[in-house]
């Protein structure tokens, strides 16, 4: 089965910087769209970034454009999500994901694996 390990959430101010990363395993990771989403305390989840594994396109949510960069390491099987200029409204549960697929999905009904999140706070 596939697992998903976040790690690198945490407090930090506003204008600061945090790096989370997602350790996958299970199963190849070939033709699929690897997700971040996150979730404020009484919102839904919602899409933040996602890249396919192969071909490394990417995508982001306009609330995090120019701040947030997805990125992946093939040999480590790993995810990262760089997020700088950090916002009080960035303040949620960061969840990795994925979907096997080679569409694009912004929801979170379209991922099969989830990890278990990270906390990131993020003060004024």
Known sequence: QVQLVESGGGLAQAGGSLNLSCAASGRTFRNTVMGWFRQ??????????AMFWIGGSRYYADSVKGRFTISRDNA???VYLQMNSLKPEDTADYYCAVRYSTTMNYYPSGYSYWGQGTQVTVSS
């Open 40 to 49: 404020a305390p009484g919102k839904e989840r919602e899409f933040v970034a």
């Open 76 to 78: 480590k099987n790993t």
